[in-house]
C-alpha cells in the first residue's frame, strides 16, 4: 500500500541508525517485503550508519532464505564492514549462522575472505566454537568458475609487453590479461586496464592458496579470476574481458596444484599478518606519482602505498598508459567547466568558487571511514612541490546517480568555509570516482574517543566551547548544519575538535533565519527539535536543541540517546515534558546548560554565542585552557 502510495516518500529513507526499509525487512527475514522495495529500485547494498548492509544484517539475524534472496538479487557479499573489515560470511560464522553460510557459499561468495586482522570465517568459527560451521567451511568448494578453461592467461610476458597487448586491445575499463612475470616466473601478475591506466597486481601465495593483497584466499587461480569478474573487491573495476594471447602464443596454462587439502590453514594464514608484502622486483611498481613519463625503465626508489576507493589494499601498482600532456590539460578543463556548471546547478546555496582538483595531483590511500555514498580514505594532495595529506570523501559509483546532487551540495557549503573548528574543503576531484578533498583531521571520529578513560570533563567542556564557537561562525556564514551530532565532530588532537559532514547543511534564506525543507529523507530525528519534526523548520535555535544532545552524548560517553526508542516514541516523550536524563558523572551546571538547549520554544534557547560563553566562562575550562593545552578559538 505505502509502496502504491505517489506519496510515499524515498525508498532509501533511513531511521536514526541509517538503516533502510530493506535493512529491516532482511533482518527480520521478510522476503516479500525485501522483494517489493527491490522491485521498486531500493538501493541493495546501502549501509547503515555502523556501515552494514542489509545482506550484513541478513546474516547477523540468522536470515538464510533472505540472505539468498538478496544475494541472487544482486548483494555484493565482498563490502566490509568499515571497522572490523569483515564481510557478511565473517558475521554468519562467528554467529554459527550455518544456513546463511551456505546460502553466501552456494550463490558465490568466497569461502576465505579475511579481515582487517587477517581472520578468516573459518577461523572466526573454530575461535567461537561453531563445529558444524567449521566442518562445512573445510570442505565447502565455491561456485564454478564460469569461463572455461584459460583464456587470459598469456604465459610468461613482461610489464611493457602487457601495457601494449592491453593497449592494443582498446585499453576498456576492465579488459585483463594474466602473465608470469619475465624475470620471476614463478610469480604471477594480474594487468588490467581501468580509467585510462594498466594496474598490475602481483598474486601471492601462500600455503598453496593465492591471493591479491589482502583479498580472499583461492585454491586456483581460475577461483582468483572468476571472482574478480564477479566483484571489483578492491580492485579499480571489475575483470570484464580477457585479453587472449595471440594465436600459438601458449598452449600450457599456468601451473595447476593438486592440493591435499582445499582449505587454507588458519594457523599457517594468520602467520601472514603483518608480514611484509612482496615485492616484484625485477619489475617495480610505480607510484602513480612516478607516472610522468612514458614506462619506467629503472626501478622507483620506493613504493607509496596506495588504496583503491573500497577497503583492500592493493600497495603494488602500476605502470601507465599516459595521456599526453595536452590532451590532459583539455580534459582537465573539461573537468573544471563540467564541476562549475554542476555546482552552480546545485541547490541549497553556498559558493560557486570550488576548486577543481586533478585526479593527478591526489594519491589514494587507506579506508578511514564510511560515508553514506561511499568509503573515506587517507590520501595526499599535491601543494606545490609538497605533498599535504588529506582526507578523500569518494562518491562510489553504486551512487552517481542518487549521490551526485547531495555531493556537490556539501562541497558547495564547504568552499566557503575558513574556522579552526570547522573542517576545511580544499576542493573537488571529479576522478573516477568523484572526491571531496578535505584537511585530514587527524584523529578522526570524536565519537570513537569517548569512552576513553583519559578523556577528562575538561576535555570535554573544551571542545563543547569550540563546537558552539564553530557554529557561531556558521550562523554568521546563514547556514543550518541540520546534522550536529557526536558522530559528525572529529578530532584534530586532544585540544581541537572541529565540525564535519555538511551534507544537510543548507543556507537560510536572506530574509529570516531559517530554512524550511520540503523534502524528508534521511532525518536524524533523536537530534531534531521538535519545530524541524513537526514543521520541517530548521533555524540557528534547531541546531541549537542538536548541540544540547550533542553534549548529551559526550557527556554519557558516547551513548545511544534514547536507547532503543523509535522515532515516535521520542516525540511523544518530548511532547510530554520529557528529556532525556543527566548522564552518570556529567557536572549539574552542564545538564543545566542542555536542559536550555531543549526548551520546546525555540526563542527561549541560548544562542550558539551565549553557549560559548557558558564553556569558557566555567573554571574548569579556564584551568584548562591557561595550562595552555590549546588554542582556543577566538570569541566573534
Ligand atoms: P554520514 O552521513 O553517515 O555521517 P557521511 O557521508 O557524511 O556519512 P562523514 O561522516 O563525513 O561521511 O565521514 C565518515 C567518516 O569518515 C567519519 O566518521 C570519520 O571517521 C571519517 N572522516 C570524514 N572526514 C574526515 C576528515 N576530514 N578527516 C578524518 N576523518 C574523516
Request: net charge positive.
Amino acid at each position: 500500500m505505502i509502496l502504491e502510495d505517489s506519496l510515499c516518500g524515498t525508498l532509501d529513507a533511513r531511521n536514526a541508525d541509517g538503516r533502510t526499509a530493506l535493512h529491516e525487512a532482511s533482518a527480520l527475514g521478510e522476503e516479500n517485503i525485501i522483494f517489493r522495495l527491490l522491485e521498486k529500485g531500493a538501493n541493495i547494498n546501502s549501509k547503515d550508519s555502523n556501515g552494514v548492509t542489509p545482506l550484513y544484517t541478513a546474516c547477523s539475524s540468522n536470515q538464510p532464505k533472505a540472505c539468498q534472496f538478496l544475494i541472487i538479487k544482486g548483494a555484493d557479499p565482498t563490502l566490509r564492514h568499515p571497522r572490523t573489515g569483515w564481510v557478511p560470511l565473517h558475521e554468519a560464522a562467528m554467529k554459527g549462522h550455518a544456513g546463511c553460510v551456505k546460502e553466501l557459499i552456494m550463490n558465490g561468495a568466497p569461502c576465505h575472505p579475511r579481515s582487517a586482522d587477517n581472520d578468516t570465517p573459518l577461523d572466526l568459527a573454530r575461535r567461537y566454537e561453531h563445529q558444524h560451521v567449521v566442518m562445512y567451511l573445510k570442505t565447502c568448494k565455491p561456485k564454478n568458475p564460469r569461463l572455461q578453461g584459460k583464456p587470459w592467461f598469456h604465459g610468461s610476458m613482461d610489464r611493457k609487453k602487457a601495457l601494449e597487448s592491453i593497449q592494443k586491445h582498446g585499453a576498456k575499463d576492465g579488459q585483463y590479461l594474466l602473465r608470469s612475470s619475465a624475470n620471476k616466473p614463478d610469480t604471477m601478475v594480474l594487468s588490467m586496464a581501468a580509467n585510462g591506466t594498466v594496474f598490475n597486481f602481483e598474486i601471492n601465495t601462500k600455503m598453496e592458496s593465492y591471493y591479491i593483497d589482502d583479498g580472499p584466499y583461492f585454491d586456483t587461480l581460475e577461483q582468483l579470476i572468476d571472482h574478480y569478474c564477479r566483484y571489483d573487491d578492491g580492485l579499480p573495476t571489475q575483470l570484464l574481458f580477457p585479453i587472449p594471447p595471440p594465436p600459438g602464443r601458449i598452449d600450457n596454462g599456468p601451473p595447476t596444484r593438486e592440493k591435499p587439502s582445499p582449505a587454507p590453514r588458519p594457523a599457517d594464514l594468520t602467520s601472514h599478518k603483518g608480514s611484509p608484502v612482496r615485492r616484484d622486483s625485477p619489475e617495480p611498481p610505480v607510484s602513480p606519482l612516478d607516472r610522468e613519463g612514458s614506462i619506467p625503465m629503472s626501478p622507483p626508489p620506493e613504493l607509496p602505498t596506495g588504496r583503491v576507493p573500497k577497503t583492500n589494499t592493493f600497495s603494488k601498482l602500476f605502470s601507465g598508459i599516459r595521456a599526453s600532456e595536452k590532451i590532459k590539460k583539455k580534459e582537465m578543463d573539461r573537468q573544471r567547466k563540467e564541476l562549475q556548471k554542476a555546482i552552480h546547478e546545485a541547490p541549497g546555496g553556498g559558493s560557486d568558487e570550488v576548486q577543481c582538483i586533478d585526479a593527478s595531483h591526489i594519491e589514494r590511500g587507506n579506508e578511514i571511514g564510511q560515508g553514506e555514498f561511499g568509503s573515506v580514505l587517507e590520501g595526499k594532495l599535491k601543494e606545490g612541490n609538497r605533498w599535504v595529506k588529506v582526507a578523500l570523501k569518494t562518491l562510489h559509483a553504486d551512487h552517481l546517480q542518487t549521490g551526485q546532487k547531495e555531493f556537490l551540495r556539501e562541497a558547495k557549503v564547504m568552499c566557503g568555509l575558513d574556522h579552526p573548528c570547522i573542517v576545511k574543503l580544499m576542493g573537488v576531484c571529479l576522478g573516477p570516482p568523484m572526491m571531496l578533498v578535505q584537511e585530514l583531521v587527524s584523529l578522526g571520529a570524536m565519537l570513537d574517543f569517548l569512552q576513553n578513560d583519559s578523556i577528562t570533563a575538561s576535555d570535554l567542556k573544551l571542545w563543547a566551547t569550540q563546537i558552539a564557537s564553530g557554529m557561531m561562525y556558521l550562523e554568521g556564514k546563514k547556514f543550518v548544519h541540520r546534522d550536529l551530532a557526536a558522530r559528525n565532530i572529529l578530532l584534530e588532537n586532544k585540544g581541537q575538535a572541529k565540525i564535519s559532514d555538511f551534507g544537510l547543511s543548507r543556507a537560510t534564506g536572506a530574509n529570516n533565519d531559517y530554512y524550511r525543507s520540503t523534502t524528508g529523507g534521511r532525518w536524524p530525528v533523536k537530534w531534531y527539535a521538535p519545530e524541524s519534526i513537526y514543521y520541517g523548520t530548521f533555524s540557528h535555535a534547531s541546531d541549537v536543541w542538536s548541540f544540547g544532545v550533542t553534549l548529551w552524548e559526550m557527556n554519557s560517553r558516547g551513548s545511544q540517546p534514547y536507547g532503543e526508542k523509535t522515532g515516535a516514541e521520542v516525540i511523544k516523550q518530548i511532547e510530554n515534558g520529557h528529556r532525556l536524563s543527566r548522564p552518570e558523572g556529567c557536572p549539574q551546571n552542564v545538564y543545566h546548560i542542555m536542559q536550555k538547549c531543549w526548551s520546546y520554544k525555540p526563542c527561549n534557547r541560548p544562542t550558539f554565542s551565549q553557549l560559548n560563553d557558558m564553556f569558557r566562562d566555567d573554571p574548569e575550562y579556564g584551568a584548562f585552557y591557561h595550562r595552555g593545552a590549546h588554542n582556543p578559538p577566538s570569541r566573534r
